[in-house]
């Protein structure tokens, strides 16, 4: 089965070209995801002020709620109609949308944050061995910047479905995935529990007791990982 990651980035733009039609296609909620964010921010140590690239940010939905926080967030996307989108919804935010290969942009060295979730790149049967995607995001860092990558996963089920094509990634292989860079830190998330917890949910205690939940009920989450660049 073909997955995002061997298609051309044409080939990707015209899949969700046809998708993002609608204003919301993923469906987002505001009352689940923005306390999520917050969360993220919080956990990470981001400011207000701070410059943030949302990288594969589709209709611009985190990309605003990361400027809700006070964030310059720029999101860029290789389809013209996802940006079109973002751009239609979300640029009175103040966010900024561009559209792009996120493999191929000019600008290292250049934010504090990057942010990614549920890239098509990172749909991938190989992905625990493949690090080029991982190692460019870094480089649009600046020294001590701060990847966020996020993955919508169901730990249970680790083959795609034919109807969908999507690979959900386990929490192990998240880990193997990241193991090669210093520091980094993986877990997973049900969101609900940063309603309560805010950035303390970003624990091991709290990652595995979502994970059992997951397994035990077949709920969705995100797979999160912290990954610094280094000071050099």
């Known amino acids: 089965m073909e997955t995002f990651h061997e298609m051309r980035p044409t080939e990707i733009s015209k899949g969700y ?6 204003s919301n296609y993923f469906g987002y909620r505001i009352w689940l995801y923005r306390p999520f964010v917050e969360a993220l921010v919080a956990r990470v140590g981001l400011r207000p002020g701070g410059h ?11 990309t605003w709620l990361f400027a809700e926080r006070g964030l310059n967030a720029v999101g860029v996307d290789v389809s013209a ?8 919804i979300y640029s009175s935010s103040g966010a900024k949308f561009e559209i792009g290969d996120i ?3 000019g600008w290292r060295n250049q934010f504090d944050c990057v942010f ?6 990172y749909n991938s049967q190989e992905f625990e061995t493949k690090h080029g995607v991982t190692d460019r995001l870094l480089s649009y860092l600046r020294p001590n910047g701060i990847l966020i990558f ?18 959900y990634h386990s929490l192990e292989s998240v880990q193997n995935h990241f193991s090669r860079y210093p520091g980094a830190e993986v877990y997973f998330s049900l969101r609900i ?17 979502c994970a059992w939940l997951s397994y035990r009920t077949g ?6 990982a912290f990954v610094r660049k280094p000071v050099q």
Request: hydrophobic share 35%; charged share 20%; glycine share 10%.
């Open 219 to 224: 709920v969705g989450g995100e797979l999160i």
């Open 81 to 88: 109609a996802g940006v079109s989108s973002a751009r239609d």
């Open 150 to 167: 996020d993955y919508y996963s169901k730990p249970c089920a680790t083959a795609p479905t034919e109807s969908q094509q999507w690979i």
């Open 17 to 22: 070209d046809e998708k993002y039609g609608s």
């Open 193 to 209: 529990e940063t309603m309560l917890l805010g950035r303390l949910a970003f624990s091991r205690q709290v990652s595995r007791a």
């Open 52 to 62: 943030l690239l949302d990288a594969g940010c589709g209709q611009g939905f985190f």
């Open 116 to 121: 990614t979730r549920s890239c098509s790149l």
């Open 103 to 105: 493999l191929e942009l």
